[in-house]
């Protein structure tokens, strides 16, 4: 196995992002909060405007159908920024060492609304890091469609045999495993340091 392109997911392997860093304060009830997050701002409802859906229409959308939950609707996004936890520093520094030692090429592949993004690219320097980053926002697709990966391949001239992709989230990893990528499932750093080790990787 010759890895020559490392390719990153973003939130939950360099970017600690949590709903509940609003929301614990906003529902302090647990079960209320959990069930705001069960039926009204749901994964899969979040999901869509990583894959390009407006965060108006998608705020809009659900305030008509729970009126009575309107100010905590309209809090998802208003209060986006305030759901960044900041990085998750020791995969950070893995990054920098991989950047430093300039062996690999470092992409990174993200869901993650273009509305938002700009975001963290003001707020996390490491980000300028990468040689490319591909928003599913950004091209109306996302993780776990293999058309993502595809794209991610052909802009950037990888061939899939040789490149890892390391996500927090199981499904993404084995989407890209199915086009033929390496993967990793990213459970914490130290693990991440070992699994590349296993593939030879060296910094």
């Known amino acids: 196995m010759h890895i020559k392109t490392i390719v990153f997911d973003l ?3 360099l970017i600690d992002w949590n709903p509940e860093y609003v929301f614990k304060d906003l529902i302090p009830d647990n079960d209320r909060r959990k069930f705001f997050f069960d039926n009204i701002c749901t ?12 965060l108006a229409d998608a705020t809009e959308m659900l305030v ?10 309209r809090a998802f996004y208003d209060r986006w ?10 995969t950070v520094e893995l990054l920098r060492k ?6 690999y090429r470092l992409l990174a592949l993200t ?19 990468f040689e490319g980053i591909l928003v599913s926002g950004t091209e109306r697709t996302r993780k776990p469609f293999a058309d ?3 794209l991610l391949l052909s802009r950037y001239e990888v061939e899939a045999h040789t490149a890892v992709f390391i996500d927090d989230n199981f499904g993404n990893v084995e989407a890209a495993k199915s086009v033929g990528m390496q993967g990793i499932h990213f459970l914490g750093t130290d ?6 080790l296993e593939m030879n990787v060296e910094f």
């Open 11 to 13: 939130g939950g392997v």
């Open 43 to 54: 994964h899969d409802w979040n999901i869509e405007q990583d894959a390009g859906r407006r």
């Open 111 to 129: 869901n993650w609304s273009d509305e938002t993004f700009p975001v963290a690219l003001d707020r996390y320097e490491f980000l300028h890091w």
């Open 191 to 196: 693990g991440l340091r070992d699994a590349l």
């Open 148 to 150: 993502i990966y595809h």
């Open 64 to 73: 008509a159908e729970w009126p009575e939950w309107e100010s905590e609707i």
């Open 81 to 90: 920024e305030d759901m960044l936890g900041g990085p998750i520093q020791p």
């Open 98 to 103: 991989l950047r430093d030692d300039g062996k």
